[in-house]
């Protein structure tokens, strides 16, 4: 059974900081790509930040709108991925997903259906 666990979201102003982390039953054999998408209230979801499971693929990829300020990272070890979110913005409030998906690869495209396996969310809230 997938387990993708996430955690670390909480309440911050603008400007400030947050880490999330996202606990996975399994990491480099059975997951390609890891990631994380979010969504607001009244909209769809939308993919933050992807990145391989292993080295010298390429990327990570990012959205326009969090390049700069967020950062994608993972540590095969502790089969985690992690998403530091500095200089947050009240629009990015939102629920925040951990993604897998365990074929094909990692694309900027962020197309939500190409990820099988999704954590049970976590909630960011930036207050302006």
């Known amino acids: 059974q997938v387990q993708l666990v996430e955690s670390g979201g909480g309440s911050v102003q603008a400007g400030g900081s947050l880490s999330l982390a996202c606990s996975t039953d399994a990491l480099t054999y059975k997951y390609n790509c890891l990631g994380w998408f979010r969504q607001a209230p009244g909209n769809l979801r939308e993919g933050v930040a992807t990145?391989?499971?292993?080295?010298?693929?390429?990327?990570?990829w990012y959205a326009d709108d969090v390049k700069g300020r967020f950062t994608i990272s993972r540590d095969n070890a502790k089969n985690t991925v992690y998403l530091q979110m500095n200089s947050l913005k009240f629009e990015d409030s939102a629920t925040y997903y951990c993604?897998?998906?365990?074929?094909?690869?990692?694309?900027?495209?962020?197309?939500?259906?190409?990820?099988?396996?999704w954590g049970q969310g976590t909630q960011v809230t930036v207050s302006s």
């Open positions: 993604v897998a998906r365990a074929g094909g690869g990692c694309f900027s495209e962020f197309r939500a259906s190409d990820f099988a396996y």
């Open positions: 990145i391989y499971t292993s080295d010298g693929l390429g990327g990570p």
